[in-house]
């Protein structure tokens, strides 16, 4: 993953940790204290947030305890992982750049793209001016590499 994803997720851990936890287990005790656990839905509203937050932990700890931390600025040439890609597709001509990175990064909205999506895949390995075809769901698209940079 790229550094500022491994930030991202490291802010997202202490955010857990830090603020909600804490609120949540503040939350269940203020229910605890309104009486009949059984018809309470604040104290069951906050259990199942609670264990929400507990597997989310879980997950990010598990994520960057295996997390290989990549520095794009230090690679070049063709489309790699951290590669900020910028394409034409060849029929509408409408220009796209997405940043490719790991699957807990990944946020099209964004501008990154999951390693492992079907237009990262095509591009993997490809130069400027290649020409790359994807099967998208909509059927066969054609791209053109405009430009490749690291940063």
């Not at 491994?6 to 005790?29: D, F, G, H, N, S």
């Not at 796209?96 to 390995?125: D, F, M, Y």
């Given at each position: 993953?790229?550094?500022?994803?491994?930030?991202?997720?490291?802010?997202?851990?202490?955010?857990?940790?830090?603020?909600?936890?804490?609120?949540?287990?503040?939350?269940?005790?203020?229910?605890?204290?309104?009486?009949?656990?059984?018809?309470?839905?604040?104290?069951?509203?906050?259990?199942?947030?609670?264990?929400?937050?507990?597997?989310?932990?879980?997950?990010?700890?598990?994520?960057?305890?295996?997390?290989?931390?990549?520095?794009?600025?230090?690679?070049?040439?063709?489309?790699?992982?951290?590669?900020t890609v910028t394409i034409v597709d060849e029929e509408?001509?409408?220009?796209?750049?997405?940043?490719?990175?790991?699957?807990?990064?990944?946020?099209?909205?964004?501008?990154?793209?999951?390693?492992?999506?079907?237009?990262?895949?095509?591009?993997?390995?490809?130069?400027e001016g290649d020409s790359v075809e994807v099967r998208?769901?909509?059927?066969?698209?054609?791209?053109?590499?405009?430009?490749?940079?690291?940063?």
């Open positions: 993953m790229t550094r500022a994803g491994y930030v991202a997720l490291e802010t997202e851990l202490k955010t857990l940790k830090v603020e909600e936890r804490p609120a949540i287990i503040q939350a269940i005790a203020e229910a605890r204290e309104l009486g009949d656990l059984k018809e309470n839905a604040e104290y069951h509203s906050a259990r199942e947030k609670q264990g929400f937050i507990e597997g989310r932990i879980k997950e990010i700890e598990s994520v960057i305890g295996l997390a290989e931390v990549i520095d794009p600025t230090t690679l070049s040439g063709s489309v790699k992982f951290g590669a509408t001509d409408e220009e796209k750049t997405w940043q490719i990175v790991g699957e807990h990064e990944a946020n099209i909205e964004k501008g990154l793209l999951n390693i492992r999506s079907p237009i990262a895949r095509a591009l993997i390995g490809k130069e998208t769901p909509g059927g066969l698209k054609d791209y053109e590499i405009l430009s490749i940079q690291y940063k």
